[in-house]
């Protein structure tokens, strides 16, 4: 296979992450019952405020009714018996479970091309930071673009936090400082799940600290402060970086790996050179080791959830779940849309780093032009 297939496949993958994750999230909540505008406004809401939304927000395609007339299902936007409305006309509300076969047909065509209009409006708005307002529960109100500023910052810093204690682990085992014995105590703590780490982190700060004691607001400017909680994300970081195994998986599959470089008859000729054996082995062994990181950091990213749940740290991850909770979908889509973008830049970076790894392993070295000896003999 070319070497170039895979930084190429990557890049694809890197390019409609951020696409795919918001069209699954919409395909999921249109496949649900109701339609998203009657979620937002049920029955009993004003009409008007209904219309509103889904205006707002690209709920409905503009020839969604006239393809819903045709076989006399009235508007998306009619949700109960409107005695006025029919009079001038307009279809009787028909619920779900009495559409005929024709017209469940239509409503399902309808609601697919509502989805795809939603979601390239959608997409249209999020390129510029543009989400909208909560719509529903805690959310109503909010400004969607300064939830997710208040939150990243905190993500950021608590998987920077853990893949610094990974990445370290990692260069320690390559270089050889890191003792082997070391390894069964990182096994051993990295059988404990995130969760119940989280959880003894977090008695451990309420109990002895009633707290975070250094935590800070930032004001951004937004109409949502940026909360800092430095201890919080500290523990919370170290904690997110030994439980699952991921520092001991990461640092057990870089010594595993370079034992067996090692074992390659090309470093015993460098070593009989002179040359040093991890400036012959990293060249070789890098595509691996970034692979291998971008898969724990991956797990990080997942287990970010879990952890700013558990530490109340106000991040995308502590956004997301009680979005979901609460029904947000809007809000819902910014967070998850978030976390598509961390996973597209981390498959970015692999692409670039095998893209140079195999510029730097197939360049060939510079050989000076000797003049041979006959020659030189002969101009004597």
């Not at 937002?40 to 509103?52: K, N, S, W």
């Not at 595509?287 to 990080?300: K, N």
């Not at 510029?359 to 000797?370: G, K």
Request: aromatic share 8%; hydrophobic share 50%; net charge negative.
């Amino acid at each position: 296979m070319a070497w170039w297939i895979r930084p190429l496949v990557r890049l694809l993958a890197a390019l409609s992450l951020p696409i795919l994750v918001p069209a699954i999230i919409t395909l999921v909540v249109w496949m649900l019952p109701g339609t998203l505008a009657s979620t937002i406004c049920p029955p009993g809401c004003a009409r008007e405020a209904r219309e509103t939304t889904v205006q707002e927000y690209h709920l409905q395609s503009p020839w969604s009714d006239d393809i819903r007339a045709s076989v006399g299902l009235a508007p998306l936007t009619v949700v109960e018996d409107n005695p006025e409305a029919q009079e001038e006309g307009e279809p009787a509300y028909v619920p779900e479970d009495d559409y005929t076969t024709g017209q469940s047909v239509v409503a399902t065509a309808s609601a697919t091309l509502d989805a795809g209009y939603f979601l390239v409006n959608w997409l249209r708005r999020a390129v510029v930071l543009d989400f909208g307002r909560g719509k529903v529960g805690t959310y109503t109100a909010f400004e969607i673009s300064d939830l997710i500023w208040s939150a990243l910052p905190n993500t950021m810093l608590l998987i920077g936090t853990a893949l610094t204690l990974v990445m370290g682990g990692m260069v320690l085992a390559a270089t050889g400082v890191l003792p082997k014995r070391v390894d069964n105590i990182l096994q051993g703590v990295g059988v404990i799940p995130a969760v119940f780490m989280a959880l003894f982190v977090y008695a451990i700060l309420q109990i002895f600290m009633g707290g975070d004691p250094f935590a800070f607001d930032v004001d951004l400017g937004t109409s949502e402060p940026l909360a800092i909680q430095p201890l919080a994300i500290l523990f919370g970081g170290l904690a997110l970086g030994l439980a699952d195994g991921a520092a001991s998986g990461a640092v057990i599959g870089t010594r595993n790996l370079f034992e067996s470089e090692v074992k390659q008859r090309y470093i015993g000729i460098a070593v009989l050179r002179g040359e040093s054996v991890l400036g012959n082995a990293l060249p070789n062994l890098l595509p691996a080791l970034v692979g291998q990181l971008r898969g724990r950091v991956l797990h990080l990213v997942s287990g970010t959830v879990i952890v700013e749940l558990v530490l109340q740290i106000n991040g995308l991850g502590d956004l997301l779940w009680n979005s979901t909770l609460d029904k947000a979908t809007f809000v819902i889509l910014a967070a998850a849309w978030g976390f598509s973008l961390i996973s597209a830049l981390l498959l970015l970076i692999q692409a670039l780093s095998e893209v140079g790894v195999a510029i730097l392993v197939r360049r060939a070295p510079h050989v000076p032009v000797a003049v041979p000896a006959t020659a030189a003999v002969e101009g004597a």
